[in-house]
């Protein structure tokens, strides 16, 4: 079973620059996330799909972010315009469905770096 | 909101030796839990996860956690470290959010070093 993929695996970009990140996950999982993890930290939910549409995102700065998942299979997130403290790893998740014993499969990660 | 406390940011063990990660959680339901290890440039991969059916978990490449309820702990083990082992390791706790989805809440880590 091919496992969840991202792309790209490193960014670099200036602050107030837009960058894009996609996410393919397993076949058949309903449930997408997209975490934000600071170096040294735990990686931070920023929104929740349940196939196209979204559930949550309470913790998505929605003044810079932005996130979409097409036809319930493949996601983007986008920075527009980034800032310094963008620079993270963005892990893309996913799960089979929206239960509290599933688990989350993540993909390889993205690798930003905002100059 | 549930949480969750890693103890020590980073823990070096000798090859060989046992290896204890400490992980506490602050619940007022029974909770799910999660170990996910991370190697350099990598996902997270599961380790093991409890689910209530059994308090002791056995996980992937030898590791096992123990769940206390009275300790609200969820501490992850494995009996003798492996140069493999050298990573980074996160609890997790299922939590409902307000939308009324389940979403993970993961601990700060803690890198583990192996010693040869």
């Known amino acids: 079973e091919a496992g969840v993929a991202q792309s790209p695996r490193y960014k670099i970009i200036e602050k107030r620059q837009s960058v894009a990140f996609w996410c393919n996950p397993i076949?058949?999982?309903?449930?997408l996330y997209w975490y934000q993890q600071i170096l040294g930290q735990g990686p931070k939910l920023l929104i929740q799909f349940q196939n196209n549409g979204v559930v949550d995102d309470s913790q998505l700065p929605k003044d810079r972010f932005s996130a979409e998942r097409l036809k319930g299979v493949d996601s983007t997130l986008k920075i527009q315009p980034a800032k310094l403290e963008d620079s993270a790893v963005y892990l893309c998740a996913s799960s089979l469905r929206d239960r509290a014993s599933y688990e989350q499969y993540f993909g390889p990660g993205t690798r930003l770096t905002v100059t | 909101a549930q949480s969750v406390t890693q103890l020590g940011s980073h823990v070096s063990v000798s090859e060989g030796a046992l290896v204890l990660l400490r992980c506490n959680y602050s619940?007022?339901?029974?909770?799910?839990l999660f170990w996910y290890v991370q190697y350099p440039n990598q996902g997270l991969q599961l380790l093991l996860k409890y689910t209530s059916a059994a308090t002791l978990v056995k996980g992937i490449n030898g590791f096992e956690a123990e769940f206390k309820k009275s300790e609200t702990s969820f501490h992850l083990t494995k009996p003798s470290a492996h140069m493999s082992d050298a990573a980074e390791y996160f609890c997790a706790v299922s939590d409902r959010s307000g939308a009324g989805s389940y979403q993970l809440t993961f601990g700060k880590g803690t890198k583990l070093s192996v010693i040869p």
């Open positions: 619940s007022s339901v029974p909770p799910y």
């Open positions: 076949s058949g999982h309903a449930t």
